[in-house]
C-alpha cells in the first residue's frame, strides 16, 4: 500500500498538499482529477496533520445545497467538528465553504467563507492497492 508520487502519507491515507490557490469548486475539481476529494477530517490526529501544514486550506465540507446542512463532498456523515467559536455564521448569507486555518488549538479552527475565495488545498484519498 503506497501513496502515488507526490502525495503525503499519513495514518495509512494519502494527502496531496497544493502550491497554488484555488477556489472551493475548482479545488475540489482538481481533487476529483486526481482521483480524490478534498480533504475529509475524522479525527483529531487527521485534524492536526492539516493544521501542521501551516497554511489555510479548503476542505470538503460545503452547504452550498441547504444553507446550514453541512456535508462532506464524499456523502460521509459529519461526526467530529473542529469550528472555531461561533462558526459557521454564513457571514453576509454568502458563506458556503469550509477552510481550516492555522491555529494553537487545531480543535478550534474551521471557518465557514464564501467559495470564490482563493486558497490552497489539501486532496485526500485511500493508497494504490498493489
Ligand atoms: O469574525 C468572524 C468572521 O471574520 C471574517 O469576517 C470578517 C471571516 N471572513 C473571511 O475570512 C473572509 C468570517 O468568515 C468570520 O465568520
Ligand atoms: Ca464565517
Redesign the pocket.
Known sequence: QICPQGWVDFSSRCYYISCQQKNWFESQQDCKQRGADLAIINSGEEQEFINNLNKRIWIGLTDTDKEGSWNWVDGTNLTIRFW?Q????D?GGK?DCA?SAVEFNPQMIW????CE?QRYWVCERGPELN
Open positions: 472555531k461561533n462558526e459557521p455564521n457571514a458563506e477552510e471557518n465557514d467563507i464564501p475565495l
